[in-house]
């Protein structure tokens, strides 16, 4: 299930703006339905809370 959050999220990294602004993209954010604006920002959280940036 996770796998197919990854897959859409990189589609949605793929179709969006690669300008980043604080780790979201905010200027795509406002194309999509607001169910991705939520989830995807969410994702980005979670996963980045599974797997930190190397100091």
Do not use: E, K, N
Not at 10 to 36: A, E, K, Q
């Amino acid at each position: 299930m996770l796998h197919s959050y990854a897959i859409i999220y990189v589609l949605y990294l793929s179709y969006c703006d690669h300008t980043i602004c604080t780790g979201y993209h905010i200027r795509c954010l406002y194309f999509l339905h607001p169910f991705f604006s939520i989830i995807f920002p969410l994702l980005f959280d979670f996963s980045r809370h599974l797997h930190p940036a190397p100091q």
